[in-house]
């Protein structure tokens, strides 16, 4: 089989796979390969996980899909223990983290008023590929053939106080963050500056976005990457893991933000479905049982990370890694690749890893000997 009827969008690696168990995946030779970027963050708990493969079956065999004409139960069930999680009031599901940003922005422009309808956002930042979710993603080659009379949209550098400072004024309807930036290449946000972002939003009367799509529900160590903060956002979107490789992603509002997105203002034919919705809720079981082990792998991977030779520097929170490289990283993808690893590259000269929630010891003592191979 080949590529030749789909479109050419990705750039893919040439391996086709067939199969994955645990940490590892199988090419249809049989070649095995240590996944370290888990479907760009999506398989969290690696591949045939016994504890999501019978949860998923027996509900398959109950009921796939219901309209949203109707209420579920499992849909009323992560509904509530996604609001708990993040101390939040209501949530909208849908099947992506684009589809997230998006229901976020839709609430954001319901509220917004002639003279407050500008947004804030981050350069290098990543929130999807929708003409909205692009018209907030702080990087201008993805926006460039897409967004030519966008949004009144405001970017600041990640991290720089002064900027943020001047840059949220009472004309400003919402500040959207990454609490670390994925796409951009690995970048946390200090406490201090979303401890910022927080008190700054809230004396300008503006709502406080944060896109956890990438860095939520476990990958740093705690349920969401804000809360080592301690703040407390408007609207939270989230993605990836959540229903452990089925699509599902959902947008988490306070009461206040939203009413701004009342009955028949917006809605999905897929989101929250049963299917997906039961397989979110054993993931958030074993989400908050692994916290414990992802803290402690984290800090064990880090530590081999940073003594890698030609890396100028690691930057991580909790099970994000981007090692910058004082040359370019694509290169250096394809011979992980050749040597039985997967990652990626991002913002060119970074590598980017993403390892599963169940990595162990062996697992990165492997992937920092290939890496070590290949730089």
Known sequence: MSDQFLLRNYTRYPVTLEAGEGVHVYDADGNRYLDMITGIGVNAFGYAHPRLTAVLQEQAARCIHTSNLVSSRPQQQLAERLCRLAGLDRAFFCNSGTEAVEAALKAVRARARPAK?????????????????????????????????GAN????????????????????????????LGE???????????????????GAGALLIADEVQCGLGR?????????????????????????GLPLGATLFTEDAAQWLPPHSHGTT???????????????????EQLPHIAEIAAYFLEFLQA??????????????????????????EAALQRGLLVNATQDTVLRLLPPYITMKADANEAVRILAEIL
């Open 117 to 149: 309808d500008r947004i804030v956002s981050l350069h290098r930042s990543f929130h999807g590929r929708s003409m909205g979710a692009l018209s907030v993603t702080g990087q201008p080659c993805l926006r460039q053939n897409f967004i030519h009379h």
């Open 153 to 180: 949209v405001t970017y600041v550098e990640p991290n720089d106080a002064g900027a943020l400072r001047e840059a949220i004024a009472e004309d400003t309807a919402a500040l959207i963050l990454e609490p670390v």
């Open 184 to 202: 951009g290449g690995i970048v946390p946000l200090d406490v201090g500056y979303l401890q910022m972002a927080r008190d700054l939003t809230h």
């Open 220 to 244: 740093t160590g705690r349920p969401f990457a804000y809360q080592w903060a301690d703040i407390q956002p408007d609207i939270v979107c989230v993605a990836k893991p959540l229903a452990a």
């Open 270 to 288: 897929f989101g929250g479905g049963p299917l997906a919705c039961t397989v979110a809720l054993e993931f958030l079981d074993m989400m908050e």
């Open 308 to 333: 890698l030779p030609r890396v100028r520097e690691v930057r991580s929170k909790g099970l994000m890694y981007g090692l910058q490289l004082d040359r370019p990283a694509y290169p250096l993808v």
